[in-house]
T-cell receptor
Framework: EPEVTQTPSHQVTQMGQEVILRCVPI?????FYWYRQILGQKVEFLVS????????KSEIFDDQFSVERPDGSNFTLKIRSTKLEDSAMYFC????????????FGSGTQLSVL | AQKVTQAQTEISVVEKEDVTLDCVYE???????LFWYKQPPSGELVFLIR??????QNEISGRYSWNFQKSTSSFNFTITASQVVDSAVYFC????????????FGKGTRLHILP
């Protein structure tokens, strides 16, 4: 079965530093997402991306966050100046249409902000 | 606003017992999807099922079955003859049809299957 790939699996950074989380969605998919899960809590929507632009974003996704699809295969999430509360597992997901039965999730990047 | 409630934070059962995970959702929309995802200890999210709001038929897949009742806004998940490998966190989730592309997750139920 095709997979969404996320790198790195773990990222440790100092507060205030910029981080880029990388994702390679499934190749024929058109819709891309970032979700995050703070340890022990529920999975929360951050942003959706379609046709090279953000289609929806949550309150969490403030000016410190940005997404990009730089080369037609990668989908990145950038946090400009990390805060302690950004520590979480970040999941990338993709689907080929909105009505698609299955949203494919990557295995996540665990971000630890010190 | 949409909301998904999984009242059971943690459940422990002995292997081979049946277990039901509850899910109650809230939405004013009449068209929506409901999902269950499994998150094993390794952390990834594994899709289990999607139901749409038009289809209240219950579904069975092996040892898994789902009971969707619109009248009570519930979408419960039963594992029959549980196995240790079923130990995981299970998330119920909701997405509105044709309006939102975000999925709203419940807080999850941590299921321990004891040998």
């Amino acid at each position: 079965e095709p997979e969404v790939t996320q790198t790195p699996s773990h990222q440790v950074t100092q507060m205030g530093q910029e981080v880029i989380l990388r994702c390679v969605p499934i190749s024929n998919h058109l819709y891309f997402y970032w979700y995050r899960q703070i340890l022990g809590q529920k999975v929360e929507f951050l942003v959706s991306f379609y046709n090279n632009e953000i289609s929806e974003k949550s309150e969490i996704f403030d000016d410190q966050f940005s997404v990009e699809r730089p080369d037609g295969s990668n989908f990145t999430l950038k946090i400009r100046s990390t805060k302690l509360e950004d520590s979480a597992m970040y999941f990338c997901a993709s689907s080929w249409d909105l009505a698609n039965e299955k949203l494919f999730f990557g295995s996540g990047t665990q971000l630890s902000v010190l | 606003a949409q909301k998904v409630t999984q009242a059971q934070t943690e459940i422990s059962v002995v292997e081979k017992e049946d277990v039901t995970l509850d899910c109650v959702y809230e939405t004013r929309d009449t068209t929506y999807y409901l999902f269950w995802y499994k998150q094993p200890p390794s952390g990834e999210l594994v899709f289990l099922i999607r139901r749409n709001s038009f289809d209240e038929q219950n579904e069975i897949s092996g040892r898994y079955s789902w009971n969707f009742q619109k009248s009570t806004s519930s979408f419960n998940f039963t594992i029959t003859a549980s196995q240790v490998v079923d130990s995981a966190v299970y998330f119920c989730a909701l997405r509105l049809m044709n309006r939102d592309d975000k999925i709203i997750f419940g807080k999850g139920t941590r299921l321990h299957i004891l040998p």
